[in-house]
């Protein structure tokens, strides 16, 4: 299903556009104005924007998501559930909130629902730039030019955003085996992968070491603060990687 933009909301774009380049300048000639209230004003008038092209025509375009979640014997192939939930999305540089959102982790596809409520949509991923849900956000990261980055084009979690910032990677893809009893038997097969970003480069986190390396700058203070909190990389992997880059950016921010 495919749905173009009409004229009429074209020009509500282009008035959005004028209204907040006016709003700059008039802040931008008085400095002493209250910011809070210049933040309120063009909140209003995106939110203004919203409301004028509701149903939103430009969100709604993508092809029809079929579904396939009632051929799984075990597993689920979304993320932690099939219900869809309330997050925002930042779709073709547009930031939109409060939309029913699922996300495909076997399609890596972020799901709506059409305006009628009736049919799913599958977003176009080249116009995705990130979504929330479930008190996650994900961003898409992109695999750089000369294939040396262990990323690889795809949505990752971010666990923690900082100085140094912990990604994770959740892939899910469907197995099948052949039962006596049920013929063929599919189910949902879970790999994660986490990463650390520091400055402009990713690495590959597999073990505590790996975290050492990176941070081998305070490799001492590092290896205090990991014993003393008991930090166990086998049982408790994300959280002892969101605690340790944040006490390592309480390091290197003094």
Do not use: C
Request: zero cysteines.
């Amino acid at each position: 299903m495919k749905i173009t933009l009409p004229l009429n909301i074209f020009w509500k774009a282009i008035v959005l556009f004028f209204f907040l380049a006016f709003t700059n300048i008039l802040y931008a000639q008085n400095s002493t104005a209250d910011t809070s209230n210049t933040a309120i004003a063009i909140r209003n008038a995106i939110n203004n924007y919203h409301q004028q092209l509701f149903p939103e025509t430009n969100l709604y375009n993508g092809i029809e998501y079929v579904d396939y979640a009632y051929t799984i014997n075990e597993g689920l192939p979304f993320f932690e559930t099939s219900q869809f939930s309330t997050g925002t999305v930042e779709y073709d540089n547009m930031l939109y909130h409060n939309i029913p959102l699922l996300y495909d982790e076997v399609k890596e596809a972020v799901v709506i629902i059409d305006a009628s409520g009736t049919n799913k949509i599958q977003l176009n991923n080249e116009k995705v730039a990130g979504f929330s849900l479930l008190n996650h956000h994900f961003v898409k990261l992109v695999q750089d030019s000369l294939g040396k980055s262990p990323i690889r084009n795809g949505f990752y979690d971010v666990l923690y955003k900082g100085n140094m910032s912990v990604y994770k990677k959740q892939t899910k893809k469907v197995l099948e085996s052949i039962t006596l009893t049920e013929g063929i038997r599919r189910r949902i097969d879970e790999q994660n992968e986490y990463f650390i970003k520091s400055g402009s480069t990713f690495f590959v986190i597999n073990s505590k070491h790996d975290v050492l390396d990176i941070t081998k700058d305070n490799k001492k203070e590092m290896q205090q603060y990991i014993r003393k909190n008991k930090l166990n990389f086998r049982r408790a992997k994300e959280m002892s990687l969101i605690k340790i880059a944040a006490y390592y950016d309480q390091l290197t921010n003094k």
